[in-house]
């Protein structure tokens, strides 16, 4: 079978599998009364909503990552073995159980990193890290320097690399916390998901760096967030609850690294969301004097976008589309120019952010 026919079939295998199992978490949620409820000013929906929406993006993910894994010969080859795909369904299964607990119980902050901790160190233990990072200025950086074997499984060895796992520690808490800041509004999140998912296919699918089992599992999660949107576009019908956010944040960022540490590329795809994060960070700790993970306000982008009279939906096109451009330059650009489009989408975004500040300060002042 031509190697893009499976690539279509998983896509939609996964987004139709996925908007069966939001049908059924939905109900569930309902009946159960794992519900979102809207009792402080900055939810933007009227009624309760139900949560536990990332149950079947991961569930949808990890079912069609099986079947795709056993049925072929796509998934396991040069930059993925058989113990990173099953670290890998295990972290999820980590993120969703302690996702699941978070939405039905609020477990207090310090709880809810427990989850995301424990599917870290299982894909790090699964063997997958960032050993290697490109030089902009040519060559490679090398973070493999030291290593020590935990233990041997059927004559595989699962290591220990330092500091290789810690910048994998860094980066994976770096994309899962910043998608699940990102989740303000309604289909943000799985569009995002989604597009990124696109991007990162689109580029390990491409002559240039050939990498069919990253292209893969790209698509699969592609279709997972898809499938997902249908129910969570405006006005959503469920949402993603605690662990979709951090199970797309995290996906995408194991992506980048078994695709051969393309950070640049996953930092212009998720560029707008990790700026917003950093500056909503600094302003909460140095100006506000706060706690910037446990307290929360409409000071975010896609808040300030509905403040100045953006819709919902407009405000998360604009989202796309900042995604989509800077996201697919990293199809045409090599590592150095991938660093000015870094530094280009910084500039535009502290235009943009000022733009919006003074626009809200104006309307204020009008009010």
Partial sequence: MNI???YILAFVATASLSAVLTLIIKAVAQRRGILDQPTISRKIHSSPVPLLGGLAVIGAFSVITLVVTYSSDI?????IAFKNILAVIIAGLILGVSGWLDDRYQLRPSRQLIGPFLAILTVIVGGIGITQVSNPFGGLLHLDAYQWVLLWWHGVPYRLTLPADAFTVIWLLGMMYTVKLLDGLDGLVAGMGTIGALVIFLLSSATRWWQPETAMLSII???ACFGFLFFN???AKIFLGESGPLFIGFILGVLAIISGAKIATALLIMGVPILDVVWVVIRRAVWERANPFTTADRKHL?????DVGFSHRQAVAVLYAFSLIFGSLALFLQSLGKVFALAALLV?????????VILTQSKDKQL
């Fill in 348 to 356: 535009v975004m502290l235009c943009f952010g000022a733009f919006l």
């Fill in 233 to 235: 576009w405006y006005p």
């Fill in 4 to 6: 893009y026919l499976q």
């Fill in 75 to 79: 998934v396991i080859g040069q930059h």
């Fill in 221 to 223: 999660l592609a279709g």
């Fill in 302 to 306: 896609h808040f300030r976008l509905l």
